[in-house]
């Protein structure tokens, strides 16, 4: 169980919840939800125990499975398969069972082997009653559900993608918590950040299988309302206009309707005391220009007052980030070329022989299954890594601006402000200022550091400083994730306006369809083809 008390929240001076209690018990499947930037990415570090409230107290009792928005792992010279094993202690265990057994064969000397065999034999005592052989089995299991193929599971953690290296911590958190593990009813407490980043459409319906079967409790930030709908059967909504947490002990579908219900009552009753107070205001002036009346006009425009203040506050309309694309630079007729490119991490090859050709104007789009190179070859194009053959040649005129998915462009030490500074060093000041306000950064905001910001922040942050690059070359890698609908709707009505050429990769349909591809890419082959619908029924399972 976790119980907070009296808690307050901040980001810089800025209040994100007050005086606030919160209770996560077994049972409790809770959907935390809000605008970008309300907080919902920093009470939940809080709960995890990962980060400090202003003031309260934060109490734990049990297990607790914690996924952040973008994980930072520590040693990657860890293989996959050992850090999903390490949720319970089984990854020691294996590696010293494999040492005993090499002992066992190799050993001449009786004694010496003889002690080799009753260390394997406390070894693999130790190891059956954690669950043994069959937890090996159930982490593999999670781990394919979750697309991640046998052949990356001895794979070291580096030379894994962001996002295959989320779906590792993901599938370590999920078999930490799976019955099999626990030796009956897991009592595991889970909070997951934005947990269907990176999965593709098979991935995202089981883990809603999963989550809804789990009966430890559950706080889940997403953005996937089919998710919302299929899990949880409570609702927190943070508002950042009032710093406060509403609680709905209710489904997603039930909370919506409740939610839509509420603001009709609200603004039904707002525009009825609005006539009142109107009339009385009114009638106040006549009175008030008798000198025998005055004492009751100004009964009457107190009253109108009182009615007003009375009144519960109608929701104020989220503000939306003014999201625009630049205008690209002129350059020549083809800007970007690749040829013969190809990739490995260690024993494990990416793809070979890609070869690409990004015209002025072109919109490509990338396909290819979890771990295919797609956000590998956006970073060979973009120059953040090296292919092992083939080169990226540069057009004439060739102005590059790359949008990283693990928002790996930003400084997470630097401030909001240092950010934008140091990638437009040349723009004025005041027009930066206006650039960020427009994507809603303003005032003690600006001297934030990047690295505390929410995923929907960040995101707001690295598509800021695209608008002031005039790139002529978009290379974008789910530029539409961890936003909530209304700044993905203007993402996509900024793909459908920009002039430039764009080489995307997503999951998100609504992203392809507002692009109007003319090509597609194939990964791991490099196969080229024209763009057709019959394509888009894939983005979601690539």
Known sequence: MITAHDLELRAGSRILLSDTTLRIQPGDRIGLVGRNGAGKTTTLRVLAGEGEPYTGEVEHAGELGYLPQDPREGDLSVSAKDRVLSARGLDVLVRDMEKAQNAMAELLDENERDRAVRRY?????????????????????????????????????????????????????????????????????????????????????????????????????????????????KVWFLDATRSELDHYNMTWQRYLDARATDEKRRRRERANAEKKASALRQQAAKLGAKATKAVAAKNMARRADEMMAELDETRQADKVAKIKFPAPASCGRTPLTAEGLSKSYGSLEIFTGVDLAVDR??????????????????????????????????????????????????????????????????????????????????????????????????????????????????????????????????????????????VLVTHDPGAVEALEPQRVILLPDGTEDHWSEEYLELVQLA
């Open 121 to 233: 034999g406390r070894l693999e005592e130790r190891f059956s009653s954690l669950g043994g052989y069959a937890a090996e089995s159930e982490a593999a299991r999670i781990c394919a559900n979750l697309g991640l193929e046998e052949r990356l599971l001895p794979q070291p953690l580096r030379t894994l993608s962001g996002g295959q290296r989320r779906r590792v911590e993901l599938a370590r958190i999920l078999f930490a918590a799976s019955e099999a593990g626990a030796g009956g009813k897991s009592e595991t407490i889970l909070l997951l950040d934005e947990p269907t980043n990176h999965l593709d459409a098979d991935s995202i319906t089981w883990l809603r299988g999963f989550l809804s079967a789990h009966e430890g409790g559950l706080v889940v930030i997403s953005h996937d309302v089919e998710l919302l709908g299929d899990v949880v059967n």
């Open 361 to 502: 104007g072109a919109r490509v789009v990338v396909l290819g299954l979890n771990g295919a190179g797609k956000t590998t070859l956006l970073r060979l194009l973009g120059g953040m890594e090296t292919p092992d053959t083939g080169d990226v040649v540069p057009g004439h005129g060739l102005r590059i601006g790359y949008y990283a998915q693990e928002h790996e462009t930003l400084d997470h030490e630097s401030t909001v402000w240092h950010n934008i500074r140091h990638l437009s060093p040349d723009t004025g000041a005041q027009e930066l200022r206006n650039l960020l306000g427009s994507f809603l950064f303003t005032g003690d905001q600006l001297d934030q550091p990047a690295g505390t910001l929410s995923g929907g922040e960040k995101t707001r942050l690295a598509l800021a400083s695209l608008v002031s690059s005039a790139a002529n070359v978009l290379l974008l890698d789910e530029p539409t994730n961890n936003l909530d609908p209304a700044s993905r709707e203007q993402v996509l009505d900024a793909l459908r306006s920009y002039q430039g050429a764009v």
